[in-house]
């Protein structure tokens, strides 16, 4: 069995119940120094991006405006987010919320959930899933997308799916993206699901070209037209010691 075997083996089988991947602890210092550098740069500025299912329209930021329909945003991977939030009356009762990849650490299991109740109508606790994004015309700040809905989980989960089947055949797994939505009708009425329209998808050494590089458009990155990175400068030869 080869190494790349191995850990593609140990990758998927270590794949939770949420459907994201475990990383080995290189991997997962990697993804920690970037959300730390990120963190430091950024103040802990994020904007939350939401979806409703009812009105079938999206929000962005604290004054939950419209989104530009014409954004570009790039997803990820390494920024997924998981946990449980309760409903009371249209209203967050509490949450918690943690990286895939800190599951075993920050996970809190079903048992382990307060009871809020008496519950009405669609109340109670609900598993979260959530993505985290920039908007490439701003591509340093962080957007971060969370759902509770079924059909939200639905579609955050499939496009998961492709970002880990990407990463275990070692293909760019960063996803370029556009919000959407379609409408669907159950239990006779119809509501809204949100769509991730992916426009392409790319590395994280082309996202890191994109960014270092003003003259760099968003087409560019789309069409996968980031600079070739620079060779690595050929090692000096060493002196001989002197007799």
């Known amino acids: 069995m080869t190494e790349e075997t191995k850990t593609a083996g140990a990758l998927a089988s270590f794949m939770g ?3 994201l991947p475990a990383i080995d602890k290189k991997a997962a210092a990697q993804a920690l120094a970037q959300s730390a550098d990120a963190g430091s740069s950024s103040g802990g500025d994020v904007d939350y991006l939401s ?42 009762a509490e949450k918690h919320q943690w990286s895939p990849f800190e599951r075993d650490m920050q996970g809190v299991a079903a048992s382990a ?20 994004m920039a908007d490439l015309d701003e591509p340093t700040k962080m957007i971060q997308f969370s759902t509770t809905s079924k059909s939200g989980r639905n579609a955050v989960g499939d496009l998961q799916k492709e970002m880990i089947t990407r990463m275990l055949a070692d293909e760019p797994d960063m996803p370029v993206i556009t919000l ?36 760099m458009s968003v ?25």
Not at 113 to 132: A, E, R, T, V
């Open 219 to 243: 087409d560019d990155l789309i069409d996968g037209e980031a600079p070739a990175p620079a060779p690595e400068p050929a090692p000096k030869a060493r002196r001989r010691a002197a007799a």
């Open 113 to 132: 959930l307060k009871d809020h109740g008496p519950y009405g109508d669609g109340d109670g606790w609900q598993f979260m899933l959530g993505l985290g």
């Open 17 to 19: 119940s949420a459907g």
């Open 51 to 92: 979806f409703s299912g009812k009105k079938g329209v999206w929000s962005l930021g604290r004054d939950k405006e419209a989104p530009d329909p014409d954004s570009v945003y790039i997803i990820d991977p390494y920024a997924g987010l998981e946990g449980w939030t309760c409903w009371k009356g249209g209203t967050v």
């Open 180 to 215: 959407g939505s379609v409408d669907f009708t159950a239990h006779g009425k119809v509501n809204s699901k949100p769509v991730f329209e992916t426009l392409s998808w790319v590395t994280r050494e082309e996202f890191s070209a994109f960014i270092n590089d003003p003259d």
